[in-house]
């Protein structure tokens, strides 16, 4: 007879000490795990009610400024340096970390109308209302100087918006017309002009350096290419497009936030039907900015709200709002894709996390490991209508949550009033157009 | 032993080169890689865990990322051709090239995916995603096998000398051959007084609790043999059993269910539950399943104290009840020779399967969820599969039929047949037992009244009228625990912090059916629904492919005339495609229907059919 009976010895499964750790021997056979997707499931479903529970991205309020937030610009070398540009012509360059306002310049009579910085860090320019361009240094003045440009250029219009060059010492700007700016000339190197309307917005493109785009209140967004004398080609929209912005790792692709309440992402290959049309907010969008990473963007809203969209979805991923924020002029998001700035009209400047129930800080490996998990699960179950209602609820202030309502019963009549149509008429005498398709007007080379 | 040349190689003639050339030291290894051989394998030595006689010999050798059957004949050329290339910094040859082998069957134990069903039709980011997630549970489960080299314990086993039969070994000769602390592990209590008794082991295994019919209650620590608490409940009690911890205790007493804590203090007494006859508890979704004399299912949520759900049987009287430990559903044994599966989500049983003729004395499933012991008053045990077919793998009458029967974790059943138990063993831990053969039989001083093995021990323990016996089956536990699912060494922060976690994952009762895995699957019918009404609702498929609409050529090649022709063109082969496939459709149906009528007789009432 031979006979072996399983006989463990306890020291080999229980700690010597109390100071040790406790011994976890671990067997993956399945069945010992049984259930496995059940309690997934409910792992998932548990992780995203936390999600919700920790969703609090409001970091913090930049109050200084005396009058609305019409423009802000990021430090290309310094995540904790902002600037930021107001409606009486003060400029204000802010730090993150502290959150406090460490400089403070009067640079234009009337509005500063755009801001942005040099790619080196050294210095940034502003255009206003007072037909100046000026370039100012980033470092305050030394003791006993005074705060002046280091720059200024006399225009003959008033300028609405500049951009500076991602490697070279160009810079444009837009008006009337777009003009390219050599930085150590007081007149422009080439101006370029299709139509005569004023242009809100001009944008060079980070990755392909020449190009830039600009859009005009003639409804049109019209693309350069510096090299060339004339404009590339323009795409006419349904409605105004107030502010574009490039896709920093896609360089085909750039997203226009328009007056219709929609957002266009455009591949500028093909014009003719935008890539994907981002809908959700209820009012006139703003501005856009991408995250650094190119997935997702953020767009401010005359709706008094931000919203985050992931490139490739039609709908908001995220909403952000304050009972005191007010209409949202201008947004950015940072340049370690952590947090969006906005600042809107009633002063402020207010700081947001980018993920809402991210936390913050430096985390234990453990922390991280159990993040990495969740973050899986919620992927792999985010389908399940449960856990679906869960991640997409978002409280939105009465007035928002009307307007949606509204328009959704506008959308459904204009939509039952088509199908109708089709309905009652000869098949193929009336064209379904898609709802990408219906915004855009002409394409024009 | 891992050295062990192949048989196909030719082994003798290298050894005489060898040793005629040069006799300097060899590594045990460098025999097989000498240059002048050409039929022997360099393939690394086989799995070191192949040792011990139960496990099977891997004759198929994984590769780095596929698992393939095929030898790997084709790599040796190479390594004749550069030698160096295998050689470290020092000199030295790796004995042992490539990532290390793993079993074909082990890895086969955790595949999730069922590879022989293709990937469904669907856009080409979807199903990239899907071969993405494919190849990532290939991986993982590469992973896990190999992993199971770090398992510490081997299971036990029984063997008789040839032609001896173990059913013939007594429990006394197996505790003379085992070790101290094994042979403590049998011990009979000796309760004459309050008999008979059921017992119940925890789910760690360590904790035993029983209760005598004439109201003995007991729960003990029966490694250490520290006595937990000790009360009479004044009551007959029919049925009791630990709920998810060995802190609390279900008490099916007369009239009603009663809980009590492991000091013996009664904490609940539901009064909804009356009359109950079995319990049983299951685990990951905290329900307490009760069956009672009035013929009611009650399923307990005990984690918030409410009654999910009450479901009547319709059968009478229910006595026998055992739970499916791979998809927690209820089994009822009735006295109609069926056997019922409930689950709380459903009013009405998700299958009755007929087992015997006249009533089902005792059921019990085996821990995978495959196979289904029945035995009943036509005196006979039955394995079942429950694999979507519920046909009997194999009957066996028994002299008087088994009043109880029970699975091990790794595939025993046992069978209580009066006083006397016999244990049948199947050949692994996923095959039914074969019941020609007894693998062990016991007498013991009473008529048996319950019976379970103890988890991760080879221990049986058997309640009788004569108290409680802890007989030692060899082979019968799962060596290996899970120290985060039930460790039977855990401490009480341990426990503690397993409970929290146990009560945060609590799987919710609706999720009870036949196939666990089912909600991780596409709910084909409803997405398809959900299409139907969208293009209801739309006017138009917003899917559906466009019309060809031909690209304008070269200046003054795209005509009107010609840009129609192309269109026309285009229309017709699809047309034409459409055409071939209902023609091939119509085919195969006919000749299906050609194979049915065949297959019948024809009947002169055919001639009527339409």
Redesign the interface.
């Known amino acids: 007879m031979k006979v072996k009976m399983l006989s463990r010895n306890p020291d080999n499964y229980v700690r010597d000490t109390k100071l040790d750790l406790q011994r976890v021997p671990r067997n993956y056979d399945p069945t010992l795990h049984p259930f496995e997707v059940p309690r997934e499931y409910v792992r998932a479903l548990n992780a995203t009610k936390l999600e919700r529970v920790f969703a609090k991205p409001f970091l913090a309020s930049l109050d200084g400024h005396r009058d609305g937030v019409n423009c802000l610009a990021k430090h290309p070398k310094n995540l904790a340096t902002v600037l930021s540009g107001a409606c009486d012509g003060e400029v204000r360059i802010w730090n993150l970390t502290q959150r406090n306002c460490i400089r403070t310049i009067q640079a234009h009579e009337g509005f500063v109308r755009g801001i942005c910085t040099r790619f080196c860090g050294t210095s940034f320019f502003t255009v206003g209302d007072d037909k100046t361009v000026k370039q100012w240094k980033m470092d305050g003045p030394g003791y006993g100087e005074e705060e002046e440009p280091l720059h200024t250029i006399l225009g003959k219009t008033v300028y609405t918006g500049i951009d500076h060059h991602w490697k070279e010492a160009v810079f444009a700007t837009c008006g009337q017309q777009v003009d390219i700016w050599d930085e150590q000339r007081t007149n422009p190197i080439c101006s370029m002009t299709w139509g005569f309307d004023s242009i809100s917005s001009v944008k060079f493109n980070p990755v392909e350096t020449f190009l830039l785009g600009s859009c005009a209140s003639d409804r049109n967004i019209v693309l350069y290419d510096m090299r060339q004398a004339t404009p590339l080609k323009k795409v006419i929209l349904d409605m105004r497009t107030n502010t574009i912005c490039w896709n920093p790792m896609e360089a085909f692709i750039f997203t226009a936030a328009n007056e219709d309440y929609n957002l266009y992402t455009f591949d500028m290959r093909a014009l003719d039907t935008p890539v994907m049309v981002h809908m959700d907010h209820v009012s006139a969008v703003l501005d856009v900015d991408y995250s650094p990473t190119g997935k997702e963007f953020v767009s401010a809203s005359f709706d008094k709200s931000i919203r985050i969209f992931p490139v490739d979805k039609s709908r908001s991923r995220e909403v952000y709002h304050t009972k005191r924020m007010q209409h949202v002029i201008c947004v950015k998001w940072t340049s370690d894709s952590k947090y969006i700035m906005c600042g809107s009209d009633e002063m402020n400047i207010r700081l947001w996390k980018a993920n809402a129930s991210e936390k913050l800080g430096v985390l234990t490996s453990r922390e991280k490991a159990a993040k990495d998990y969740n973050q899986k699960l919620k992927e792999k179950f985010q389908h399940y209508p449960h856990i679906k209602r869960i991640a997409r609820h978002r409280h939105l202030p009465k007035s928002i949550y009307s307007q949606i309502q509204e328009q959704r019963i506008m959308k459904e009549a204009r939509r039952r009033k088509e199908v109708n149509r089709i309905k009652h008429s000869k098949p193929g005498s009336v064209p379904i157009v898609s709802e990408k398709k219906k915004h855009v007007v002409a394409v024009v080379k | 032993m891992e050295t062990a040349p192949k048989p196909g190689s030719d082994v003798p003639p290298k050894k005489d080169k060898l040793q005629t050339k040069r006799k300097k030291p060899r590594r045990y290894w460098e025999e097989e890689t000498v240059p002048t051989t050409d039929g022997a394998s360099p393939g690394p030595p086989c799995n070191k865990k192949n040792r011990g006689p139960q496990r099977p010999k891997n004759a198929h050798i994984l590769k780095k990322s596929r698992i393939s059957k095929k030898p790997q004949v084709p790599k040796k050329p190479r390594e004749w051709k550069n030698p160096e290339s295998q050689r470290s910094l020092s000199g030295a040859q790796d004995p042992f090239p490539g990532p290390a082998p793993v079993p074909v069957e082990v890895v086969q134990?955790?595949c999730?995916i069922d590879k022989s069903r293709k990937l469904p039709r669907s856009k080409a980011k979807t199903r990239s995603r899907l071969e993405v997630a494919e190849a990532e549970e290939e991986e993982t489960s590469i992973k896990?096998a190999r992993?199971e080299l770090l398992?510490?314990?081997?299971?036990?086993?029984?063997?008789?000398?040839d032609g001896?039969d173990?059913a013939k070994?007594c429990q006394a000769?197996?505790v003379e051959?085992?070790?101290i602390?094994?042979a403590a592990?049998h011990f009979d209590l000796n309760l004459r007084q309050f008999g008979p008794y059921r017992l119940n082991y925890s789910r760690t295994g360590r904790h035993l609790a029983f209760g005598g019919r004439r109201g003995h209650v007991a729960a003990l620590d029966w490694v250490t043999k520290k006595l937990m608490c000790e009360i009479n409940v004044m009551e007959a009690v029919r049925d009791i059993r630990f709920l998810h911890s060995e802190a609390l205790l279900a008490v099916a007493q007369n009239r009603w269910l009663h809980i009590y804590d492991n000091q013996g203090i009664e904490l609940h007494c539901i009064r909804r539950c009356d009359r109950v006859t079995r319990l049983e508890f299951l685990p990951?979704h905290f329900l307490l399943a009760t069956a009672s004399e009035t013929g009611f299912l009650t399923y307990l949520d005990v984690s918030v104290g409410k009654i999910v759900a009450a479901l009547n049987a319709r059968a009478g009287r229910l006595d026998v009840m055992s739970q499916n430990?791979?998809?927690?559903v209820i089994h009822l044994g009735h006295s109609n020779g069926t056997v019922s599966l409930w689950s709380p989500a459903m009013k009405e049983p998700l299958a009755k399967i007929l087992c015997h003729r006249g009533g089902v004395r005792a059921v019990a499933v085996d821990?995978?969820g495959t196979y289904m012991a029945t035995s009943g008053l036509d005196h006979q045990l039955k394995i079942f599969d429950l694999r979507g077919t519920y046909q009997p793998l194999s009957t066996r009458t028994l002299p008087h039929g088994a009043g109880h029967l029970a699975f091990s974790?790794r595939g025993l059943l046992v069978a209580g047949m009066g006083d006397v138990v016999n244990i049948w063993a199947g050949q692994g831990?996923a095959s039914p037992p074969s019941l020609e053969q007894p693998y062990l039989t016991h007498r013991l001083s009473g008529p048996v009244h319950g019976l379970q093995f103890c988890p991760?021990?080879?221990v049986l323990g058997v309640g009788h009228s004569g108290g409680i016996t802890s007989m030692?089956v060899?082979g019968a536990?799962?060596?290996?625990?899970?120290?985060?699912?039930s460790?039977?060494?855990r401490?009480r922060k341990?426990r503690q912090e397993w409970e929290v976690k146990a009560l945060?994952?609590?799987?919710?009762a609706e999720?009870i059916c036949l196939d666990?895995?089912a909600?991780?699957e596409v709910d084909v019918i409803s997405l398809e629904q959900g299409k139907k009404e969208r293009i209801e609702r739309?006017?138009?498929d917003?899917e559906a492919k466009a019309p060809f609409q031909p690209k304008p050529k070269q200046k003054g090649r795209s005509s009107t005339a010609s840009l129609v022709k192309r269109k026309r063109k285009v229309m017709d082969e699809e047309h034409r495609d459409k055409v071939r496939q209902s023609l091939q459709q119509q085919q195969q149906q006919q000749k299906e229907a050609k194979a049915k009528s065949t297959g019948a007789r024809p009947s002169a009432l055919d001639r009527f059919v339409r």
């Open positions: 134990k955790f999730r896990a992993s398992l510490a314990e081997e299971p036990g086993f029984l063997e008789g000398e001896e173990t070994i000769d197996i051959a085992v070790d602390a094994s592990k990951f430990p791979y998809n927690a821990s995978t974790q831990k991760f021990e080879d030692l060899p536990g799962e060596p290996n625990f899970d120290g985060l699912e460790n039977p060494y401490s341990q945060l994952e609590k799987v919710p999720l666990p895995r909600l991780a739309l006017g138009y917003p």
